[in-house]
C-alpha cells in the first residue's frame, strides 16, 4: 500500500488538470461570440475557425499518446497545462480568420495533449488507490466547465474584453499549474500491473472507442439540439428551452459525482448497462410523450445515464496495457471527441429527413447499443485486481 499522504495529493493534482481543462474550454466557449463579433464573422465563417480547433484537438490526442508511453505523464503534465492556458490567450489577438484558424489550430492541439495526459494521469492514480475513482475527476472537470463558462459570462456582463478574460484564466492556470505537477504521482508509487503483449495492436480498445463515440453523439445532440427541439418543435419559450441543457449538464455532475460509489457497489460492466437504459429510456420516452416539461425531464435522464459511461470507458481502455496506457486512451478519446463534432451534424441531416424530433431518437438508439456491448468493459484476469491487490473485495472491478 503506498503512502496515503503522497496519494492524496496526487489524487488533488489530476482533479486541478481537470478542473483547469474545464475552466479553459468553458471560458473559450463563453467569449466566442466576442471573437465573432470583433472579427466580423459570418456564422459560417466562425465555423472553419472552430472547425480547425476540433482538428487540432485530434491531433494532439494522437500525438499524446506516444508521447505519454515514451515520457510519461510526470514529465509532460505542467508543459501541457501552461500550454492549454497561453494559447487559450491567442485567438483574442487573431487579426483575421486565417489567423485564428491557425491560432485555433494550436489551441486545439495543446486541449488534445491536456485531455490525453490528465486522463492517462487519472488512470495512474486509481491504480494506485485500489478503488474506482475516475468518475469524480470527470465531476470536476464538469464543475470547471461550469465555472470556465461564468467567468466568461460574468466578464462579458461586466464589459471586459475577451483578451482581458483570457489573460485572466491564462493566469489562474499558470498559478495552479505548477501545483498540480508538483503533487503529481510518482512512478514508484504505481503498483505493478501485467502489460499485455508487446507488439501488435490494442485488443478490443477500438470497439471501446466506439462506445465513447456513441455516448458522446448524444453528448453533442444535448448541446446543440435540446434547446432548439424544445422551442421549435414542442413550442416552449426561449428561456424555457434553456432550461433543457442546463438539465442535461446538472444531471450529468450529480451523475459524475456519485459514479465512483455507483462503481464499488455494481462494478463497471452493469454500471454502464444499467446508465444505458437510463439514457434510453429518459430520452426516449420524453420525445413519445412530446411536452416541453418531458423534453426537460428527458434530457436530465439523458445526462444522468451519460455521466458514468466515458469514466468507465477511459478506465478500462487506460488498463488494458498499463505500458500504453497513453495510445490506448488517446485511440478511444479521439473517436469520443468525433462523435461528439460529428453527432450534431448527422442529426441536423436527418431532422431535414424525417424531423428534428425522430431524428432525435438516435442517442436513444445508441444509448442502447451502449448498454448492450456492456460486457465490453469487463477486464481480463490479468487487469483485475485481487482482494491482496485492492483495498477490499469490495472494490474489485468485477
Not at 468518475?135 to 470547471?144: E, K, L, N, R
Not at 421549435?232 to 460509489?261: E, H, Q
Request: a positive charge; proline letters at 6%; charged letters at 10%.
Amino acid at each position: 500500500m503506498p503512502d496515503r499522504v503522497p496519494l492524496h495529493r496526487a489524487r488533488l493534482a489530476v482533479c486541478l488538470l481537470f478542473g483547469l481543462y474545464g475552466v479553459i474550454l468553458g471560458t473559450w466557449t463563453a467569449r466566442i461570440p466576442a471573437i465573432k463579433q470583433g472579427l466580423t464573422l459570418t456564422d459560417g465563417a466562425l465555423s472553419l475557425g472552430l472547425l480547425a480547433f476540433a482538428a487540432g484537438a485530434i491531433i494532439g490526442m494522437q500525438a499524446a499518446g506516444r508521447l505519454v508511453d515514451r515520457y510519461g505523464t510526470g514529465r509532460l503534465l505542467l508543459p501541457v497545462v501552461l500550454a492549454d492556458g497561453v494559447l487559450l490567450v491567442s485567438p483574442a489577438f487573431a487579426p483575421n480568420l486565417v489567423a485564428l484558424a491557425g491560432c485555433l489550430l494550436a489551441f486545439g492541439t495543446a486541449h488534445g495533449l491536456l485531455n490525453i495526459t490528465m486522463n492517462t494521469a487519472a488512470v495512474e492514480v486509481q491504480r494506485a488507490w485500489q478503488a474506482p475513482i475516475m468518475s469524480s475527476f470527470h465531476a470536476v472537470y464538469s464543475i470547471g466547465g461550469f465555472l470556465g463558462a461564468a467567468v466568461g459570462g460574468l466578464c462579458a456582463w461586466a464589459g471586459l474584453s475577451a483578451t482581458t478574460t483570457f489573460l485572466i484564466v491564462a493566469a489562474v492556470v499558470a498559478v495552479t499549474a505548477p501545483v498540480a505537477a508538483h503533487w503529481r504521482l510518482t512512478p514508484s508509487a504505481v503498483p505493478a500491473a501485467e502489460t499485455g503483449p508487446g507488439g501488435g495492436g490494442l485488443p478490443g480498445v477500438t470497439f471501446l472507442g466506439v462506445l465513447v463515440f456513441c455516448c458522446l453523439v448524444g453528448e453533442g445532440a444535448a448541446a446543440d439540439w435540446s434547446s432548439v427541439y424544445l422551442r421549435d418543435s414542442l413550442s416552449s419559450t426561449a428561456g424555457f428551452a434553456a432550461a433543457a441543457y442546463a438539465a442535461f449538464s446538472i444531471m450529468m455532475m450529480a451523475g459524475r459525482l456519485v459514479g465512483d460509489r455507483l462503481t464499488a457497489a455494481l462494478g463497471p460492466v452493469r454500471l454502464v448497462r444499467y446508465s444505458g437504459v437510463l439514457a434510453a429510456a429518459g430520452l426516449g420516452t420524453a420525445l413519445l410523450i412530446g411536452h416541453p416539461i418531458a423534453g426537460v425531464a428527458g434530457f436530465g435522464l439523458l445526462g444522468a445515464g451519460l455521466a458514468c459511461i466515458a469514466p468507465q470507458v477511459f478506465s478500462a481502455a487506460g488498463s488494458q496495457d498499463p505500458a500504453r496506457a497513453g495510445q490506448a486512451i488517446a485511440r478511444v478519446a479521439s473517436l469520443g471527441f468525433l462523435g461528439f463534432v460529428v453527432g450534431p451534424l448527422v442529426i441536423g441531416a436527418l431532422a431535414e429527413l424525417v424531423g428534428l424530433p425522430a431524428a432525435l431518437s438516435v442517442p436513444a438508439v445508441l444509448a442502447l447499443f451502449v448498454a448492450a456491448a456492456a460486457t465490453a468493459l469487463r477486464p481480463s484476469p490479468a487487469s483485475t485486481p485481487t482482494p491482496e491487490q485492492g483495498r477490499a473485495p469490495s472494490h474489485r472491478y468485477t
